[in-house]
């Protein structure tokens, strides 16, 4: 079962902060999150492991609520190039075997 | 450069047509899968091929055929398409189908069927 991305789309002025969920109702092993650039390949961002675990990369970090099933990818001081669609993607608790499988996305626009 | 190269990047093609999509990597990963990907519905995986061999079907019609003939190379066959089948098709590796480890897609195949 696909997990659940909130907001669907969202438009930010450069230096705004957002925040991005990905919740599922099945037990989770790992959340990750992709972003994709209009005509690009998605390209990987991070992965968090069960353990509630916080990663961080430059302005972009992300959390994992094991006990919610919900992970939340953080945007902070938003710049133009952090446009473009944002997936999380579940594996469920009870293998590392099981393919990924992909949230709807959510759209993010930053405007000068 | 992303290390996944996809061609073509755009097909047209009718109902009655026979096309290919190839798929390189030249990561030196041992699993490659596709994924398709349509507007306003999220990335489906398609297949899973682990050391060429395919590990995943995911209930994908016949009209669509897969092959493997190495670990750097993927095909997807395409016969007798639908229109509802016009869709972005993204080809991706892992370095190991088992462990939670990062895809590296391909820019995608862009398929439109008249």
């Known amino acids: 079962q696909q997990p659940v991305q909130s907001p669907q789309a969202v438009i930010l002025r450069e230096g705004e902060d957002a925040v991005i969920n990905c919740s599922s109702s099945?037990?989770?092993?790992?959340v990750h999150w992709y972003r994709q650039k209009h005509g690009e390949a998605p390209v990987f961002l991070m992965i968090?492991?069960?353990?509630?675990e916080q990663k961080g990369h430059e302005k972009i970090s992300a959390s994992f609520n094991e006990k919610k099933q919900q992970s939340s990818l953080y945007l902070t001081a938003s710049q133009l190039s952090y446009s473009g669609t944002y997936f999380c993607?579940?594996?469920?608790?009870?293998?590392?075997?099981?393919?990924?499988?992909f949230g709807k996305g959510t759209r993010l626009s930053v405007i000068a | 450069e992303t290390g996944v190269t996809q061609t073509p990047r755009h097909l047209v093609m009718g109902m009655t047509n026979k096309k290919s999509l190839k798929c390189e990597q030249h990561?030196?990963?041992?699993?490659m899968y596709w994924y398709k990907q349509s507007a306003k519905k999220p990335l489906e995986l398609m297949f899973v091929?682990?050391?060429?061999?395919?590990?995943e079907n995911n209930s994908v019609p016949s009209r669509f055929s897969p092959e493997c003939p190495n670990s750097s190379h993927l095909f997807l066959h395409l016969h007798t398409l639908q229109p509802e089948d016009s869709a972005l098709y993204l080809c991706?590796?892992?370095?190991?189908?088992?462990?939670?480890?990062?895809?590296?897609f391909g820019e995608g195949s862009r398929l439109t069927v008249l």
């Open positions: 968090l492991l069960k353990g509630g």
């Open positions: 991706a590796s892992s370095q190991d189908r088992g462990l939670p480890g990062e895809l590296f």
């Open positions: 099945k037990a989770l092993y790992s």
């Open positions: 990561l030196g990963h041992n699993a």
């Open positions: 993607g579940t594996e469920s608790a009870w293998s590392g075997n099981t393919p990924l499988v």
């Open positions: 091929y682990s050391l060429e061999e395919r590990v």
